[in-house]
C-alpha cells in the first residue's frame, strides 16, 4: 500500500534530514532545501497522525543534502551544504539541542546513511569536485573507518541495509548520468560489489527495511518505467518496488500518488515514509507519502500489485461520459458500454447514475436517473436483457420513474429502486414490469415513516431482506422491511446523505454528498463512528455519493465532481489509489466524467460489496 497522507507540510521542502523518534509516530525535520533554493537549518517535530510541526531547535550549520541517522537515541546529520559541500557532522537531540561532533575526512553532500549492526554507514555523496566512492562507518559520530569502496561511486542512491548487507539502488554518476546498478556492501568483509540492475537509471529515490523486505520507491529517471523511452530530462517516478534479495532483482509492488524525488526518507510505525520532496517541473512540495507493506494489496511483481481491489475487477459508471467501464486491478480498461459491438438501449444510454454486477457476475443493472429508465446489460456481451421506464419521460404513473436511483437486484427476482422526485422506493417484478411492493407516497416528500420519504435516494438490500434507505430531505437513514414496515430510524448531522450500506453489526456507512464531501460510518442510535471530510489538501472530496467498504479495509468512493475514483485508508485517512484526475474531466484513458457509481466483482461472481443481491 502507497498512501497521500490528507494533510501537508505548512511550506515545501526537500532534501531535508528526516529522523525516526523512536515508537512515538513522530519524525523529525532537520534543515532542508527550501522554496526560493535557500537551506534550512530549523528543526521540528512532525505528528505523523495530525500533521502538527513543533519547533524544537537549530542545527548548527544550515544545510541540504545531508545524510542522516538515528543511532542510540541520537540524530546524526553528516555533511550536507549549503553553497558547497561541507566535512560538518552535527548530532541533533530529542529535546533540540544541537552540537558539533567530528567532521568527516574530507566535505561530502549527496550521501545517505543507514544503521547496520549497531554502526551508521555514510554511503556516496560528492566533495564538490569528485565523487566519494567510500563508505564510512562510526559508532558514535566522533570517529570513522572506511569499511570499503562502491565499484560505482554515486551521489543521490537509495541504501538500506538487509541481512547484515548494505544495498545501493542507483544514482548519480561523476558523468552526470543516473545508473541502474545495485551494489552490494558487505562490512564484515570489507567488500563492495555489483550484484544487479535496476529497471531503469535512477537516482533520489528512498528505500527502507519494513519487515525484513526493502522498498524502493520514487526517485528521478531519464526513461519511463513503464516503456523504457528515454526522457528529454529527468523526471520523477511514482513506482514502488519490493527488493527480492534471493535474485538481487526489483518486483513491482506499486505505485506512489505522486511521483516524487529527494523526499526526506525515514522509517516509524512500520511505514516508509517520503516527506516533502521535488516533483514534476523540479519545483518542492509540501506533500507527505507513505509505504506499508499489506497482503491485501496483491503480491508483488504480478500484475495489480499494489491496488485496493486486487485480483478483482472494476465496474464503473461513468455518469459525465454517458457510458460504464470495467478495469481490471491494474487499473486497464477491459470493457465498455456503449461500443461498437454494444448498442445502447433503446432511447439511448444517458446519465447512468449508478451500476452493479448482478447474476453472479454476468450482468450489469444500472439505472440513468435523467433517462428516468432501468436497464439490464449482459456481461460481457454488452446484449440489453432488459430495460423499464420511457427515456427522456419522468413521470409516476405505472411504467414511468423520475430521477431514479440505486436499482438492485433481490434476490427474490425483484428489483427495487428510488424513485427520488416521487419520494417513493419502488419493488418491481421485471416479468410483469408491476410494481409489487411501494414505500412512500407520490409527491409527499417528507420524512413521516412509514406513510412518507423525503425524496430517497438509496435502497441497500440487506442480508436480513430489508432495504436500507437514505432520505435527502432531513438527512434520514432508515431500515424498512419490502412491504413498507419501518425497523429503525435515525438523523445524521451532515447535508445530504447518499447511498448508505451495511458494514457490520449496527455499523453503517454513508457518503456526504456535499463540497467539501464526506465518509461517515455511524450506528442506529446515531453515533458518529468515523468521519473523514478534509476541508483541504488531496483528501478533500467533492459530492461523493457512493463509499464502500473494501475487502482490503479500505474505503473506495466515487469522488463525483472531482472526476475520480479514489480509494482511502480509514487509518491514516491518506489516498491510496486514484483513478481519474482531480479536478479534470475527461474521455481519454485514464480520465472520468463525474463518476457516479461503482461496483466490484470478485473470482467466481461474488460481489463483496453487496452480497445480498440476486
Given amino acids: ?61 544550515a544545510t541540504h543534502d545531508a545524510a542522516a541517522a538515528a543511532l542510540d537515541g541520537s540524530g546524526l546529520v553528516f555533511g550536507g551544504g549549503s553553497t558547497l559541500p561541507v566535512a560538518t557532522a552535527q548530532n541533533l537531540t530529542a529535546a533540540g539541542t544541537s552540537s558539533a561532533l567530528s567532521s568527516l575526512p574530507r566535505p561530502r553532500a549527496d550521501a545517505v546513511a543507514v544503521v547496520n549492526g ?15 566512492p567510500e563508505v564510512l562507518a562510526t559508532t558514535n559520530g566522533q570517529s570513522y573507518s572506511q569499511v570499503a569502496d562502491l565499484p560505482v561511486p554515486v551521489r543521490y542512491p537509495a541504501v538500506a541495509s538487509l541481512g547484515g548487507y548494505i544495498y545501493v539502488f542507483g544514482g548519480q554518476s561523476a558523468s552526470g548520468a543516473f545508473v541502474r546498478t545495485i551494489q552490494q556492501v558487505d562490512p564484515k568483509t570489507r567488500t563492495a560489489k555489483v550484484v544487479g540492475q535496476l529497471p531503469f537509471d535512477l537516482a533520489g529515490a528512498s528505500a527502507g527495511n519494513l519487515g525484513g523486505v526493502i522498498y524502493l520507491a520514487g526517485g528521478e529517471s ?44 525515514a522509517i516509524t510505525g512500520g511505514r516508509l515514509y517520503l516527506v516533502g520532496g521535488q516533483v514534476a517541473g523540479g519545483a518542492e512540495t509540501a506533500q507527505v507519502q507513505f509505504v506499508r507493506p499489506d497482503r491485501r494489496f496483491g503480491v508483488a511483481g504480478t500484475e495489480g500489485a499494489g491496488s485496493p481491489y486486487y485480483g478483482d475487477k472494476l465496474l464503473i459508471a461513468d455518469r459525465g461520459n454517458n457510458r460504464l467501464l470495467v478495469l481490471n486491478d491494474a487499473g486497464k480498461i477491459i470493457w465498455r458500454y456503449p461500443s461498437p459491438t454494444a448498442a445502447p438501449p433503446p432511447g439511448g444510454f444517458y446519465f447512468p447514475d449508478d451500476a452493479f454486477f448482478i447474476r453472479h457476475g454476468t450482468a450489469i443493472i444500472s439505472n440513468q436517473e435523467s433517462n428516468e429508465t432501468i436497464v439490464e446489460i449482459g456481461y460481457p456481451s454488452g446484449k440489453v ?32 429502486v428510488a424513485d427520488i422526485i416521487n419520494c417513493r422506493i ?89 463540497h467539501p464531501g464526506g465518509i461517515v460510518e455511524f450506528n442506529r442510535a446515531g453515533q458518529i463512528l468515523y468521519n473523514y471530510s478534509p476541508a483541504s489538501g488531496p483528501g478533500e472530496l467533492n459530492d461523493p455519493s457512493l463509499v464502500e467498504l473494501l475487502p482490503s479495509g479500505v474505503f473506495m468512493l466515487n469522488d463525483d465532481h472531482n472526476d475520480r475514483m479514489v480509494a482511502i485508508d480509514p487509518s491514516t485517512g491518506a489516498v491510496v489509489w486514484q483513478y481519474g484526475h482531480t479536478g479534470v474531466p475527461g474521455t481519454a484513458y485514464g480520465y472520468l466524467y463525474k463518476p457516479d457509481g461503482f461496483d466490484i466483482l470478485a473470482p467466481g461472481g461474488v460481489t463483496p460489496t453487496h452480497p445480498a443481491t440476486g
Fill in 385 to 416: 436483457l432488459w430495460q423499464y421506464g420511457h427515456p427522456r419521460q419522468p413521470g409516476y404513473a405505472p411504467g414511468y420513474l423520475n430521477n431514479p436511483d440505486d436499482a438492485y437486484l433481490l434476490r427474490n427476482g425483484d428489483i427495487t
Fill in 222 to 265: 531519464t526513461g519511463s518505467s513503464s516503456a523504457g523511452v528515454p526522457a528529454s530530462a529527468p523526471s520523477p517516478v511514482n513506482d514502488v518496488f519490493a527488493f527480492d534479495a534471493a535474485n538481487n532483482t526489483l518486483l513491482r509492488a506499486g505505485s506512489l500518488q505522486v511521483g516524487v524525488a529527494y523526499a526526506g526518507t
Fill in 1 to 61: 500500500m502507497a498512501g497521500l497522507l490528507p494533510w501537508q507540510l505548512q511550506a515545501p521542502i526537500a532534501r531535508e534530514a528526516l529522523l525516526p523518534e523512536g515508537p512515538s509516530g513522530t519524525l523529525v525535520i532537520a534543515g532542508g532545501l527550501m522554496s526560493g533554493g535557500a537551506s534550512a537549518s530549523a528543526a521540528f517535530r512532525l505528528n505523523m497522525s495530525t500533521g502538527q510541526l513543533t519547533p524544537i531547535g537549530d542545527l548548527t550549520t
Fill in 426 to 514: 419502488l419493488i418491481i417484478n421485471p416479468a410483469t414490469k408491476t410494481i409489487v411492493h411501494q414505500i412512500g407516497t407520490n409527491d409527499v416528500c417528507v420524512h413521516n415513516p412509514p406513510n412518507y420519504l423525503g425524496s430517497p435516494n438509496g435502497d441497500t438490500p440487506l442480508m436480513d431482506g430489508n432495504l436500507l434507505v437514505s432520505e435527502i430531505n432531513g438527512t434520514w437513514i432508515d431500515e424498512y422491511t419490502l412491504t413498507g414496515k419501518l425497523v429503525w430510524t435515525v438523523h445524521l448531522p451532515i447535508g445530504y446523505p447518499s447511498d448508505p450500506q451495511q458494514i457490520g453489526p449496527d455499523r453503517y456507512l454513508v457518503a456526504a454528498y456535499q
Fill in 118 to 132: 549497531g554502526a551508521a554507514y555514510v554511503v556516496g555523496g560528492y566533495d564538490g569536485t569528485q565523487m566519494d
